[in-house]
Structure formats: structure tokens, C-alpha cells
């Protein structure tokens, strides 16, 4: 029976270890399917901005890349261009505390 408020310890202790890494990284956003993750868009000058996600977990690969591009899209509708050009693009995995999550970042040029 002492295993039992260990296992719930444990598990408190990862739960608010998410909620604080959460916290620290940026602005959290919720996406229709209820999926957490974090952004951050940076502007470079001549109508170039950087932008990176990253999604809460791998559970759902491959949505860093569809979270990139409606960033991209949403910023450029924003800021009233044409369009948007692709300069720089990266993508994969990164370590966290709480495990492993995707990450896109790249850099976009407004038409």
C-alpha cells in the first residue's frame, strides 16, 4: 500500500513539471483539435519575419509543419501582403523534460 502515494507523487510532480515548462517556453495556443504548443515570431527587417512552433508532444507528428504554415499564412494576412515566400526552413525533434516534441522554424519574406 506505500507504493500508491509514491505513484500519485510521481505523477503530480510530471504534471506540474508540463504546466511550468509550458510556462517558461512562451504564449501557449490551442488549435482546433485541442492541441497545445508554443510559438514565437520574430521580425527581421525588410519585411522578413522568423517564426517557430512547437507542438506539446510527438503524439501528433507532423503538425509542426501544418502549424508553421498557417502561422505563415495568418501573419502574412495580418500584415496585408500578396503573399509570402519560404527563405529558410528546419524541422525535427527536440528534448524537453517532459519528453520529446516536433518543432518548426524557418524564415518567411512578405510579398
Known amino acids: 500500500m506505500p507504493i500508491r502515494p509514491n505513484h500519485l507523487f ?14 517558461q517556453t512562451g504564449q501557449a495556443i490551442s488549435d ?4 497545445l504548443q508554443d510559438g514565437e515570431t520574430r521580425y527581421l527587417g525588410k519585411k522578413k519575419y522568423q517564426l ?38 528546419k524541422s525535427g525533434t527536440e528534448n524537453t523534460l517532459i519528453g520529446a516534441r516536433q518543432y518548426a522554424d524557418g524564415v518567411i519574406q512578405c510579398l
Open 10 to 23: 510521481i505523477g503530480l510532480f510530471l504534471l506540474l513539471a508540463g504546466c511550468s515548462q509550458l510556462q
Open 32 to 35: 482546433s483539435n485541442g492541441v
Open 52 to 89: 517557430r512552433v512547437a507542438g506539446s508532444s510527438m503524439l501528433f507528428y507532423g503538425q509542426a509543419e501544418q502549424f508553421f504554415l498557417r502561422r505563415a499564412e495568418s501573419l502574412s494576412q495580418k500584415m496585408g501582403c500578396r503573399g509570402w515566400k519560404l527563405l529558410e526552413y
